[in-house]
């Protein structure tokens, strides 16, 4: 995924580094194929530039894709329907045959890497690699908590994620941090 990510940002060098690629690999991601994986990257991308630009790129709480995120997108080498979905916006994109062209040793390597990955969690055995999300005690998506910042501002956050590294508010600067459940209970 990260070598993914960082072929994208040769053709895209505003687009932002990838915190956390294994975040993004799931088994929803293998099981749908490499080139709609790659297609999901290529979106998620079109967030990470839009974040760089400072462009608000949805609405509705990130469900609806608005034509700030088509025109991005566009960018990118994603095509989408003439018609946005009524919950959802300009979301559906694929890859145009340009992108699909420039991207291609990309997604073939993806392909591989997700076959790989698809290969060693089949068993389900004591001994199969299960990803950070089993090592961190999680399930496989992770359940999402309130982490909080000094401001007000809260976001929902797999407490395995927050662990690895500070998430920081663009408000006010300071880390978001879990509130401590015993406290608030006493």
């Not at 993806?110 to 698809?118: D, E, G, I, V």
Request: hydrophobic share 35%; glycine share 10%; with cysteine.
């Amino acid at each position: 995924m990260a070598q993914a990510w960082a072929d994208i940002q040769r053709y895209h060098p505003e687009l932002p580094d990838l915190a956390a690629p294994e975040s993004l690999i799931g088994e929803s991601s293998s099981a749908c194929g490499h080139e709609l994986s790659f297609e999901r990257l290529l979106h998620e991308a079109v967030h990470g530039v839009a974040a760089a630009r400072g462009v608000r790129d949805t609405s509705r709480a990130g469900r609806y894709h608005n034509r700030r995120f088509l025109a991005i997108a566009e960018e990118l080498g994603l095509d989408h329907p003439e018609e946005p979905h009524p919950s959802s916006g300009f979301s559906l994109v694929t890859l145009t045959p340009e992108a699909k062209r420039r991207y291609r040793p990309t997604t073939e390597r993806l392909q591989r890497a997700l076959k790989a990955h698809s290969a060693a969690t089949a068993g389900d055995t004591a001994r199969s690699f299960r990803g950070p999300a089993a090592r961190h005690g999680s399930s496989g998506g992770g359940v999402r908590v309130k982490a909080v910042c000094d401001c007000g501002r809260n976001v929902r956050v797999v407490p395995s994620v927050l662990a690895q590294a500070p998430i920081v508010c663009g408000g006010c600067g300071k880390p978001f941090r879990i509130p401590d459940v015993v406290a608030a209970a006493s």
